[in-house]
């Protein structure tokens, strides 16, 4: 156990450093270039021009309601009080920034895969949020592998700055637990917006109930779904003992060509299973490789996401 | 079984190593690498349905451990070359008879852009098979041509072998082969299963017929059988790689015309052994100058014979025959026909007798000089002087000198005593019955005594074992006519009857009988023979001190009677005192030699085995003697069980083993059957090893 123990203390490590590594100016300037093209690809749109169902001050006539004491005098629609005779209230569209929260998976899992699943998570996570914040929106980042703490979204592309001090100081690790995270973050109630999940979704515990936890209150969300090219295309054959990251449950196997094959079907009916989740319920959901390019995905996120507008 | 290549310890020791190093890495292996993974639940779900169980993994483990011992014992087994004990113990006899001949040194055989002779690739094969002998095998190397002769000892030694080899070079002789096969048979009398290699082209003339243990007893002749049963009689045939037509002169005669001696008359014989019609010449050189030529067109295996007669003026004489068409004639020996031109007949008599006009009348029709003395006058006179010159004949009639002169040719006729010996003296009519037979001396030819009759006294000599019967009376050895050469070299001739008590003078055969004498003294005779056939012995008595042989090289020699064998074609020169005393001519005139076509060496009606020098090459064998069904039987097995290997459990790892070890151990027994070296079955029993192991190891059978 204590091989098992350091060698995921190793990964974990290992990934930490990546992540670490990354947070320089060369990769601030990455996203900025990012933005740049970001721009390109949603041209037109008004900065922070995002119409919520919200009803509050804006000059936008929305509609009339009831009036219910405790409601702003000045709101009654005095013209309809004297055709009805009733009380009503105008309800006005209030305009506001829709805040982003992307939450990406640190659990032990993640850093597997070369590159690491979870620096690829880091960054695919960071690059949304800048585009975000620099579009003047509110956003954050949450680390997560079950339930965690909530950064609140902030606003502007200096606050990046401070996401990247955050995850600094953050712990990585642990098992994943979908659910746990999203009860945890539904529970601190933060502002709706949209929660972008990035992982590889590898948890016995399932992934349904957690998005369905996020669905349920008015969250929108878009699911992100990473493995490495070792999870997709296992290089190995011969008498190994496999060795789970996260639950440390060992298994002697003799692994074949004809199980291999086997493993290629599972996974791909795992991701397939996924998709068709999300699809069913209108969520987007993207598919990466941890060995694509950021640019790449970026680029795919934007044209085919559309979660920008 | 016994190891010629590294000794059994040393062997043992390698596979400890090895053997010992794939153990420890067996034991490595059984420690599982330890691979992470992120998913472990969808390996449990794969793992439901396709993992075997651990039993058969160990199993598997283990087989595929003995597998590789398995794979180690076959590489150090073919490291020791392994050979069955009776193979190896036995040291083997090889005799290898190395065809010598005239037909080996044609040059037929294309190597590279020019050709061999066959003799040279007749020494190279034997090169191969010395070098390819076990290093206790013996061997013994023989040259056979017109003689048999034993060049080595039975040697072991592969460098004195190949030493003597090199020294060896082809004549002009014809073969013996009926020769050399006896002396075979005598060498190998106290030696068992041997090997005989005859490495020839085919051309060895008449097969004699041989006892071997194959023999076919429908093909048996009446005759001397030579036994060579017990022994392997194997061929390496030296085989032309182009088909050329050769000519030859196949025969050679000159004599004098007995009208004319100063003309003389060749008989050339010229045969195409080819199948393409030639344009050939025939040209005639006499001491090295041109003197006739003859074109001749010869057809497909044609002999032609053409009679040329030309002026005896000179010594030597060669007869040249080449293709004016431009074809390749792969064969110079028997291009070439070397001949002596008989001598001019140039008697000079010197006849002690009383008149006799039937003696005189027949010497005066030979040609030179006749001188006649009174028996008297004879020891007043200087004996031997025939006018100014010296008589090189001397005949006595009803006389004999007190000394036997010194002269070399004499003839006494009625000498009654000295110097021969009387057995008998006869006083009554006789008849001579007897003059030589079949095969007369050149003095009786054409000389017949039937009608002789003879009356007073005649005498009965003694007849010595040097002596040469020329006439007698009965079949009981009353000898009345004798030859007599004696070791100086002086020969004589005596016939134990008076002239004058008989009508022998009057008969025709008497002048013919004094032709044939003075002729066969001068060596001018009507037998004369112009060239000897190489090969073939000859005994001559000359004064000599040494003989030149035409490849330049001096033998010396003893006056007197000399015997010997000319092995090359040429002139043969018989020295004294740095001057020519006498000459011989000898040419390859033999048709056998001269067909260069390739024959398979055949010993009565048996084809020969070709014998394969290389162990690689393996020796024949028939179809039936392989064992099809049983080794049919053991692959599908193995193919059965290798795809059993893919049941699960402890039966499946049983399976994939024992198919491998089946099909691999059913590989070597083919090679081994089809008479392969160990070492070559066991090399394709690795090989096939490896291969099923990769094959099967790819589909995680044997792991």
């Known amino acids: ?309 | 079984m016994i190891f010629t290549g590294i000794s059994f310890s040393f062997l043992l020791k390698i596979f400890g190593i090895f053997g010992g190093m794939i153990g420890l890495l067996y034991l490595l292996k059984l420690r599982e690498r330890f691979i992470p993974v992120s998913a472990h639940f969808l390996w449990e779900r794969v793992l439901k349905s396709g993992q075997r169980s651990l039993l058969s993994r160990i199993l598997r483990r283990f087989f595929s451990f003995l597998l590789q011992l398995f794979l180690l014992s076959l590489v150090v087994l073919t490291m020791g070359n392994p050979k069955e004990k009776e193979a190896t113990i036995r040291v083997k006899s090889i005799l290898v008879l190395l065809d010598t001949s005239a037909s080996m040194k044609a040059l037929d055989i294309k190597k590279g852009d020019e050709y061999i002779s066959r003799f040279e690739y007749g020494v190279e094969k034997v090169k191969k098979i010395i070098n390819s002998k076990k290093e206790k095998d013996e061997m013994m190397i023989v040259t056979f041509s017109s003689q048999t002769v034993p060049r080595t000892p039975w040697e072991s030694n592969q460098l004195n072998l190949l030493g003597t080899l090199e020294k060896l070079a082809p004549n002009d002789t014809p073969s013996n082969f009926e020769g050399t096969l006896h002396f075979v048979s005598q060498i190998l009398h106290n030696r068992k299963n041997s090997d005989i290699l005859i490495v020839s082209d085919g051309a060895v003339g008449k097969i004699p017929q041989v006892i071997t243990d194959k023999e076919n007893t429908k093909c048996l002749k009446v005759g001397e059988k030579i036994d060579l049963s017990g022994h392997n009689i194997y061929t390496v045939p030296v085989r032309p790689t182009e088909v050329f037509s050769n000519i030859a002169i196949t025969s050679l005669a000159a004599r004098p015309l007995v009208t004319d001696p100063d003309t003389g008359e060749l008989l050339v014989t010229i045969l195409n052994s080819g199948q393409k019609e030639l344009k050939t010449r025939l040209d005639i050189y006499v001491d090295g100058n041109w003197r006739e030529s003859r074109n001749i067109l010869l057809g497909p295996s044609e002999e032609k014979v053409r009679l040329i007669r030309i002026p005896l003026v000179g010594k030597n004489l060669e007869a040249r025959i080449k293709s004016i068409d431009g074809g390749y004639d792969p064969l110079d020996s028997d291009n070439t026909a070397y001949a002596v031109l008989p001598l001019r007949p140039d008697p000079k008599i010197l006849l002690v007798s009383r008149e006799n006009l039937f003696l005189e009348a027949a010497l005066l029709l030979l040609p030179g000089i006749m001188e006649r003395v009174n028996p008297e006058e004879y020891n007043t006179k200087s004996p031997d002087n025939c006018g100014n010159e010296k008589c090189n004949i001397l005949i006595f009639n009803d006389f004999v000198p007190d000394k036997l002169p010194d002269t070399k040719n004499q003839y006494y006729i009625n000498p009654a005593g000295k110097p021969f010996d009387v057995s008998r003296t006869l006083n009554e009519n006789l008849m001579i019955m007897w003059t030589g037979g079949k095969t007369p001396h050149p003095i009786m030819k054409s000389v017949s005594m039937k009608d002789v009759n003879l009356w007073g006294y005649s005498s009965a000599f003694k007849v010595n074992s040097t002596d040469v019967s020329l006439m007698q009376i009965d079949a009981r050895g009353t000898v009345l006519g004798i030859l007599r050469t004696l070791k100086d070299g002086r020969r004589l001739v005596a016939t134990g009857f008076s002239l004058k008590d008989s009508d022998f003078s009057l008969q025709v055969s008497f002048p013919v009988f004094i032709l044939n004498m003075v002729n066969w003294f001068l060596g001018t005779s009507h037998t004369f023979l112009a060239t000897y056939s190489s090969g073939k012995m000859i005994e001559v008595y000359e004064d000599a001190e040494q003989i030149n042989r035409p490849d330049g090289k001096n033998i010396k020699v003893k006056s007197g009677r000399q015997v010997f064998n000319p092995l090359l074609a040429g002139i043969y020169r018989f020295m004294k005192k740095g001057k020519p005393v006498r000459e011989i001519a000898v040419s390859l005139l033999d048709e056998t030699e001269s067909d260069i076509r390739f024959r398979e060496t055949s010993i009565g009606c048996e084809k020969l085995e070709i014998y394969s020098p290389s162990e690689i090459i393996p020796k024949k064998v028939s179809g039936k003697s392989i064992p099809w069904k049983l080794l049919l039987l053991l692959l599908l097995t193995g193919i059965i069980l290798i795809i059993m290997g893919y049941v699960r459990g402890a039966l499946g790892a049983f399976s994939a083993f024992s198919g491998v070890t089946i099909i691999a151990i059913s590989a070597f027994y083919y090679f081994k059957v089809m008479g392969y070296p160990m070492w070559i079955a066991l090399s394709c029993a690795i090989l096939v090893v490896l291969f099923l192991e990769w094959i099967t190891y790819n589909r995680r059978i044997t792991v």
Not at chain 1, 11 to 31: H, N, P, Q, V, Y
Not at chain 1, 68 to 93: A, H, M, Q, T
Not at chain 1, 102 to 131: C, I, R, W
């Open chain 1, 1 to 309: 156990m204590a091989k098992t123990d350091s060698y995921v203390k190793g990964s974990l490590k290992r990934a930490k450093t990546e992540i670490e590594a990354s947070m320089g100016d060369s990769f601030l300037s990455e996203l900025e270039r990012l933005f740049l093209i970001s721009r390109q690809v949603v041209s037109g749109k008004i900065r922070a021009e995002r119409k919520t169902r919200k009803r509050g001050t804006g000059i936008e006539f929305a509609e009339h309601r009831e009036y219910v004491p405790g409601d702003d005098f000045r709101s009654i629609d005095w013209n309809l009080y004297g055709r009805l005779e009733k009380l009503f209230v105008r309800l006005y569209e209030e305009e506001e920034d829709l805040p982003v929260y992307t939450m990406f998976d640190v659990s032990n899992s993640m850093a597997e895969g070369t590159p690491s699943k979870m620096l690829h998570a880091f960054q695919v996570a960071s690059a949304l949020t800048y585009v975000v914040l620099a579009h003047l929106d509110r956003a954050t980042m949450i680390p997560f592998s079950g339930p965690m703490e909530l950064n609140p979204p902030g606003r502007g592309k200096g606050r990046m700055l401070k996401l990247f001090h955050i995850i600094r100081q953050s712990e990585l690790g642990g098992i994943t637990d979908l659910a746990g995270a999203s009860r945890s973050f539904v529970y601190r109630r933060p502002r709706r917006g949209t929660v972008i999940i990035i992982s590889d979704f590898l948890s016995t515990n399932g992934y349904e109930e957690a998005i369905n936890l996020l669905r349920y209150h008015k969250y929108r969300v878009i699911i992100v779904q990473t493995l490495s090219p070792q999870d997709m295309k296992p290089q190995v054959k011969g008498d190994v003992e496999l060795y789970d990251v996260e639950t440390a449950q060992m298994k002697s196997v003799t692994i074949t060509a004809g199980l291999l094959k086997k493993y290629q079907t599972e996974l791909n009916s795992f991701i397939k299973g996924i998709q068709s989740f999300c699809q069913d319920r209108s969520i987007p959901f993207f598919f990466s490789s941890s060995d694509e390019k950021l640019e790449d995905i970026m680029l795919g996120l934007f044209r085919r996401g559309g979660f920008l507008k």
